[in-house]
């Protein structure tokens, strides 16, 4: 199971960020907590509450394992001064500073996979100089993100700001078309991508009551927000309004929407705040820092990590960064030269300029250890690649392949599905099949028209059961499956006869989809043997 490692900032260190984290590390989650924080603080806080809590150091080599309640992995961040609970010290300002740049940075080379802060206190940052009026603006300068979006939740509602740490006087200079273009295609391409949305609905509030009023209380809509919406609209957003905020919470507009858009703070917040107060979450969109794929992959140095047509490097430097070496290979000669120009692989990146379909992966390997493969496979190769490599499995670890999401629905299908077929069963004869993800459209650039999805194939040595030979479960698989509303009794008939299928204890008037993949495989081993003289059974 995939097991992503986050890192949560404690905050500051004389409020409630502490406290937080002790009680959160109480619970048990399928997710490696790292707390950042002073060690010290943390331990005394603990004792504070009353709280036992067993404390492990941070070890970033070490293999993500799902946290165990009653402890609390640290990474240590001293503070600068003695802490006070409740009294609050602009002195500490930089050690809260700090932990943000440690947890940032991490995410963005792919130690985690997210970040979570606790609260911090926005004057006392400000008191000691510092250019900082929130995690949202403060993170977006750091990931080097164009437009930072706030977006909180609690349930099922969602508001999201166009705006947000202003004076009430300079938000309507502040609401342009450029502005509102760029966060409502944000806010849909995050909601698609991380929220598993295909086509978020989003309603957009107006800047003056009523909307406007048709222009008689303001031109904010009929000048800037309409206009931006029509043209997101023939883009095929799903974007609605300018509506009135007060009307616009009311339940049969929500029941329409995924997401609301308002265009200042405390016009869609206090909404959000009155609903979940003390449990809404404040989550920062068009950020950079999702890792889930080399999260996924979790490579360690040390590893024979090798990319399958790497193209550009979205993957590869995150993976580089955590394995150290790795192999890539690449048919484009120009990409293949780019990757080896960047100043991030050096001597720790080696181009293979080749046709993937004819590389000898066993020979990669040699001697060493067995090769993990990664890649993000096109359509029309996807399928003899994946049989090529299983050809080869003897080298192979392990592999992670983006695909398209059809396919990997029927790598990974069950029996009894439409899915389920010819791939599924081929592949399960020699690896373990898990679909981990969906990754949606709003991941790339241009965006396609289908979604993509994450798989993980650990091979076996040997084939998982008994199939007598690879040609004999081939030709049976492929036989059934070509008749797919036709009963075993009809599919395979010419290759097997109904005593030999009942011989076999499946019955033949079933149709191939609702057999499991070994069934298939007793089919296989006695087809085999028959090929070699057995005896047959007769109807």
């Known amino acids: 199971m995939y097991v992503p490692r986050i890192i949560v900032t404690s905050g500051e260190p004389a409020g409630v960020g502490p406290d937080a984290c002790v009680i959160l590390a109480q619970t048990d989650w399928q997710a490696d907590l790292v707390v950042a924080g002073d060690a010290s603080l943390l331990a005394e806080t603990a004792a504070a509450l009353k709280i036992p809590l067993r404390f492990l150091d941070y070890h970033p080599s ?10 609390m992995k640290i990474l240590n961040v001293p503070t600068a001064h003695p802490v006070t609970a409740g009294k609050l010290d ?5 050690y809260v500073l700090g932990m943000l740049d440690r947890a940032c940075d991490g995410c963005l080379n792919g130690e985690f996979a997210a970040m979570v802060t606790a609260p ?25 993100a164009a437009l930072p979006v706030m977006m909180l939740l609690s349930g099922e509602l ?45 309603i957009v509030l107006g800047l003056n009551p009523h909307a406007g009023e048709s222009g008689h209380l303001g031109r904010e809509e009929i000048d800037v927000i309409e206009p931006v919406l029509r043209e997101l609209q023939r883009e095929g957003l799903d974007v609605r309004g300018p509506l009135p905020a007060d009307t616009a919470f009311a339940p049969q507009f929500l029941a329409q929407a995924d997401v609301v858009v308002a265009m200042y703070h405390d016009q869609g917040l206090p909404v959000l705040k009155h609903v979940g107060f003390g449990n809404a979450v404040n989550i920062t969109l068009g950020l950079p820092i999702l890792r889930t794929i080399v999260e996924a992959v979790a490579p360690a140095v040390g590893e024979r990590l090798v990319e399958v047509g790497p193209g550009r490097g979205a993957l590869t430097w995150g993976l580089l960064a955590r394995a150290k070496n790795m192999d890539v290979i690449e048919i484009d000669r120009d990409l293949a030269r780019s990757l080896t120009a960047d100043s991030r692989a050096e001597s720790h990146l080696r181009v293979h300029v080749e046709n993937v379909l004819n590389t000898d992966f066993i020979g990669l ?19 003899p690649l994946l049989f090529r490599l299983l050809q080869q499995r003897a080298a192979i670890g392990d592999m992670h392949f983006m695909l398209q999401k059809e396919v990997v ?66 030709s049976l698989v492929t036989a059934a499956f070509s008749h797919r509303r036709k009963t075993l009794r009809n599919s395979l008939k010419g290759l097997l006869t109904a005593a030999d299928i009942e011989a076999c204890g499946i019955d033949p008037g079933l149709r191939p989809e609702t057999l499991a993949p070994a069934q298939f495989g007793s089919l296989a081993a006695l087809y085999s043997r028959l090929q070699c003289g057995g005896a047959r059974q007769t109807d």
Do not use: C
């Not at 070490?62 to 402890?71: F, I, Q």
């Not at 690896?431 to 993509?452: C, H, N, T």
């Open 62 to 71: 070490g293999p993500p394992a799902a946290h165990v309640g009653g402890t």
């Open 90 to 94: 602009h002195r500490n300002a930089a």
């Open 120 to 144: 911090v206190q926005k004057s006392t940052i400000m008191d000691a100089g510092f250019d900082f009026i929130g995690h949202t603006e403060y993170l977006a300068a750091r990931t080097r």
């Open 158 to 202: 969602r508001v999201a700001l166009v705006t947000t740490h202003l004076p009430l006087a300079d938000v309507p200079r502040a609401i342009t078309a450029d502005r509102l273009r760029a966060t409502l295609r944000i806010v849909h391409t995050d909601l698609e991508r991380h929220f598993g949305l295909a086509a978020p609905r989003i």
């Open 365 to 383: 390997r040699g001697d060493g250890a067995p090769l993990r493969i990664v890649g993000n496979l096109p359509y029309n190769i996807s399928t």
């Open 409 to 474: 629905n029927r790598m990974a299908a069950q029996p009894g599905g439409k899915e389920y077929g010819r791939l599924t069963v081929m592949l399960a004869a020699y690896a373990e099949v898990e679909a981990l993800f969906d990754v949606g459209p709003g991941a790339f650039q241009p965006r396609p028209k289908v979604w993509s999805a994450i798989v993980r194939l650990r091979p076996s040595s040997a084939a998982r059961f008994d199939i007598g030979n690879d040609g004999a479960l081939r």
